[in-house]
């Protein structure tokens, strides 16, 4: 292969990253008003500057896993949950910054780094797979949140996580999830995670570029400081966003080794649970995918929102795979929205 080959393809390989019933009216309004001047603060804030005390949790194979929890600014109702945050693929907890800024000191919060990724362990690459990224999330429920309910959130890979977990754990899904949101993701069908050219090369030559590349990981590198900010742009944008996102997950990507791209890549493609859904019955859902995603286009979240009974499908025109940074305004009143459904009593059926 020719030295423009080997960038073209390590190019692609960093490309993939691919309260009461009371609450329910005036409540509403008041997580709105909150979640829209919080995330007005997150643009003043440096992206991925919201942190708190670093925790560790140990996955069932060894790994360590970076955990970080926000506890909120007043005691929390009886029956208010705890919002889980998974990350998507080459990423780390520090994507979900206007997230955080929005909902910060309103709710229990906890997010962490899924193996190989951001500040946790290292992965074996056998482990790398989703059926371990579930095993990983139900160690980090069981360390920090053993009890009460549970709105879990997440983003591409977190949120094929997720169903990882709900396939393990479909009894603690009806005991214990009271809200989840599925953020341009997909229940399976994944098929090529790029588009064109490039998705039709990486089908065919997956194994062989990836043993390749793994021998010459100064070349890799190489590629990937030389192609990845314009395909960060292209790919995981759908329009003109400012460069500092660009640059933010730019950097998120770049330090994730190469080879735990590939290591994780056959797994996501593999990805089949759109079974998982029925798990989750009539708990209020929300299913967010963008118009112009070119990773995992809206019709995986379409297709999501259909087996969802009590689905809120959003489909945000123009906005790409980073939904949650290039729309952040729009996914953190609709998180809002759900967590207030989450929390609102449901009226028990009176039998006659």
């Known amino acids: 292969m020719s030295a423009a080959g080997w960038r073209r393809a390590a190019g692609v390989g960093v490309a993939i990253a691919g309260a009461a019933a009371a609450a329910a009216a005036g409540g509403l309004v008041a997580q709105r008003t909150i979640a829209a001047r919080r995330a007005g603060r997150g643009e003043a804030a440096d992206l991925g500057s919201l942190h708190a005390a670093p925790h560790t949790v140990v996955a069932d194979d060894g790994v360590p896993l970076h955990v970080e929890v926000d506890e909120p600014d007043h005691k929390p109702a009886t029956g208010a949950p705890t919002l889980v945050f998974i990350h998507g693929y080459t990423l780390d907890l520090d994507c979900w910054h206007f997230q955080r800024a929005g909902l910060r000191g309103e709710h229990r919060m906890v997010f962490y780094d899924q193996r190989s990724h951001g500040r946790s362990g290292r992965s074996s690459a056998d482990n790398s797979t989703l059926e371990q990224l579930g095993r990983d999330l139900a160690a980090v429920l069981e360390a920090e949140v053993p009890t009460g309910p549970l709105v879990l959130i997440g983003h591409s890979m977190g949120g094929m996580s997720l169903l990882a977990w709900a396939e393990q754990h479909p009894d603690i899904v009806g005991q214990r999830v009271a809200g989840v949101a599925l953020l341009a993701t997909s229940s399976g069908a994944v098929g090529k995670l790029l588009p064109g050219g490039p998705g039709r090369m990486l089908d065919r030559a997956q194994p062989l570029v990836a043993a390749a590349l ?139």
């Not at 708990?283 to 990773?295: E, S, T, W």
């Open 214 to 352: 793994a021998r010459v990981p100064w070349l890799v590198e190489t590629g990937r400081r030389s192609t990845a900010f314009a395909l960060t742009r292209q790919l995981a944008f759908g329009g003109d966003v400012p460069d500092s996102y660009v640059l933010f997950v730019d950097q998120m990507i770049s330090q994730t080794p190469s080879d735990v791209i590939w290591e994780f890549y056959p797994s996501i493609r593999a990805h089949e649970r759109a079974h998982v859904l029925a798990s989750f019955g009539a708990i209020p859902a929300l299913v967010v995918g963008g118009g112009n995603d070119h990773v995992l286009p809206v019709a995986h979240s379409e297709r999501i929102a259909e087996a969802l009974p009590a689905a809120r499908l959003i489909r945000i025109e123009g906005a790409g795979h980073m939904l949650i940074l290039e729309a952040h305004a729009e996914v953190s009143s609709a998180l809002a929205d759900l967590v207030v459904a989450a929390a609102t009593p449901k009226p028990r059926r009176v039998r006659a």
